[in-house]
């Protein structure tokens, strides 16, 4: 079982930045995706993804004002987001898939982190 805690989200004003961490834990024997996705109503939609070989996706919407990292020794994901809009406003879930020690994937979600962008 693999545990994920995100932190880092929060309000802030519209131009503002925060940046949001996902750290797993667990039977992790390698992680092979780590991303952020976001509720709208509806759906929940894509954020940022990052393989292990290190190659990314963003959304449009995000493209030029976030960027995701890995730190692969930490088994941490980070969304650093600048520029924020208000509508960036949602709730944010961290999400890792990959190997246990057992052999078996894994793929798990955070409970989510609440980002406002209001002024």
């Known amino acids: 079982q693999v545990q994920l805690v995100e932190s880092g989200g929060g309000l802030v004003q519209p131009g503002g930045s925060l940046r949001l961490s996902c750290v797993a834990s667990?039977?992790?024997?390698?992680?092979?995706?780590m991303g952020w996705y976001r509720q709208l109503p509806g759906k929940r939609e894509l954020v940022a993804d990052i393989a292990s070989g290190g190659s990314t996706e963003y959304a449009e919407s995000v493209k030029g004002r976030f960027t995701i990292s890995r730190d692969d020794a930490q088994n941490t994901v980070n969304l650093q987001m600048n520029s924020l809009k208000p509508e960036d406003t949602a709730v944010y879930y961290c999400n890792v898939g990959g190997s246990l020690t057992n052999q078996y994937t894994f793929d798990s979600w955070g409970r989510g982190t609440q980002v406002t962008v209001s002024s």
């Open positions: 667990g039977q992790i024997f390698s992680i092979n995706h």
